[in-house]
């Protein structure tokens, strides 16, 4: 079985701090990872995409790729209010290298305190 | 700009009344999936097209149906709801399964059709 593993929290922080989201995975063969943001009834919407060890930053947003330790993560520096939703780890899974299916965690919500 | 749309974003219907829920793009991607998402848990992937390629899960119900008549457009038929599928669906698309040499796994999300059962 397939898992994507998160925190489902809340995980509550003060405007300005940082905010940090874990993900872990299961399948030593994964190649793609992304964040999404999904406000309360809207779609889930892209905010990194990652695919090599390392860093990977894009404004006040980092990730962070560890395929070592199967565990990948998301650093929201200078939180706002407007930050506060669902984040979705999401992981590509490839089957007999001709096919991939994104599999992903059931999130861990924030919420940024003013 | 190019998007992903979805039609209609509220759609209420009875119980086994038929339903179709569509979607469109204009990012000119191979691949449309369909997802199914319930109250605070994750998108569940129901099926893909690979261009006309069609890619049911394995656990994905008979009661869901899905067409890809060209590039641009795919539908979901669900052909008797049941209360059990009240939800968000949401359409999805990417230039490609795999990534390879670049970011062409990623998938980028239409807004979402709320169904409700009644």
């Known amino acids: 079985q397939k898992e994507v593993e998160q925190n489902s929290g809340p995980l509550s922080v003060p405007e300005g701090a940082i905010a940090s989201l874990n993900c872990t995975y299961s399948?030593?063969?994964?190649?793609?990872f992304f964040w999404y943001r999904q406000y309360s009834g809207k779609s889930p919407e892209l905010i990194m995409s990652?695919?090599?060890?390392g860093d990977k930053e894009d404004g006040r947003f980092t990730a962070q790729l560890n395929k070592a330790s199967q565990y990948v993560s998301l650093l929201i520096r200078d939180s706002q209010p407007s930050d506060s939703a669902t984040y979705l780890c999401?992981?590509?899974?490839?089957?007999?290298?001709?096919?991939?299916?994104?599999?992903f965690g059931k999130g861990t919500k924030l919420s940024v305190k003013p | 700009d190019a998007m992903v749309i979805q039609n209609p974003r509220y759609q209420v219907t009875q119980f086994g009344k038929p339903v179709t829920l569509s979607c469109s793009q204009t990012?000119?991607?191979?691949?449309m999936y369909w997802y199914q998402q319930k109250s605070s848990q994750a998108p569940k992937l129901l099926f893909h097209y690979y261009d006309k390629d069609f890619n049911n899960e394995a656990d994905t119900p008979d009661n869901f149906q899905s067409r890809r008549p060209n590039t641009s457009f795919c539908f979901l038929d669900i052909r008797s709801p049941g209360l059990g599928d009240a939800a968000m669906y949401l359409c999805a698309t990417s230039r490609d399964r795999l990534a390879g040499g670049g970011s062409t796994d990623t998938q980028y999300f239409g807004p979402g059709t709320r169904l409700t059962v009644l």
């Open positions: 990652i695919y090599s060890n």
């Open positions: 990012l000119n991607h191979n691949v």
């Open positions: 399948d030593r063969v994964s190649q793609s």
């Open positions: 999401a992981v590509n899974i490839y089957y007999g290298g001709s096919q991939g299916n994104l599999i």
